[in-house]
């Protein structure tokens, strides 16, 4: 089984996905973590997002980040001509991910743009993490060194959290840690049909 995992930017998707962890028989794939890695690895997506965006997309032969995101968050069409480009290679990664852990009790995909980029179609249960707006923004600010502006045109760029939720078997709110264990431990218990502990 396959359980998408997203929520907004700041949400705290990797903290959640993190307490998932600790279970046993469950395994995580982070799509962002791994779209880094074959940015840097794969020489088809390099060659592409060099003709796309320029020499500068790469410094020391790895990706050149914050070069890129300055352009994609502050152009929807360049941000769509990105996710074109990677996440291809990216949802075959997965598929053969998929394939070599049948075993688990159920595969955690974290993703922040799993329905942007319609991988919500690959999962069987799906999980929103939500935080209020504010709240998120001081997260990513404090996170990523970012400027208020910086972390609000990315999150222009992400669905709206009405979408998202309404479209969620699963609603996670994280504004701290021993509520957001105790809503992660209850739709654990669900999807693995454990009795709830009272």
Known sequence: ???????GIGSGKTTVANFFREFNNVIIYNA???????????LIIKSKLIASFGEESYLNNQLNRPFIANIVFNDKNKLELLNAI???EVKNHFQDFVDKNKTKDYIIYENAILFESKSNLKCDIIISVFAP??????R??????SSKKEVVNRIKSQWLEDKKLLQSNYIITNLN???TKSQIEKIHNILTNKTLRI
């Not at 707006?133 to 001081?138: A, G, S, Y």
């Not at 990513?140 to 060194?145: A, E, F, N, S």
């Open 140 to 145: 990513t600010m404090l996170r990523d060194g």
């Open 32 to 42: 962002d973590l791994e779209a880094k890695k074959i940015m840097n690895s794969s």
């Open 1 to 7: 089984m396959v359980v998408g995992l997203t929520g």
């Open 86 to 88: 990677v996440h291809p």
């Open 133 to 138: 707006l504010k709240v998120r923004i001081e």
């Open 177 to 179: 840690r021993e509520t």
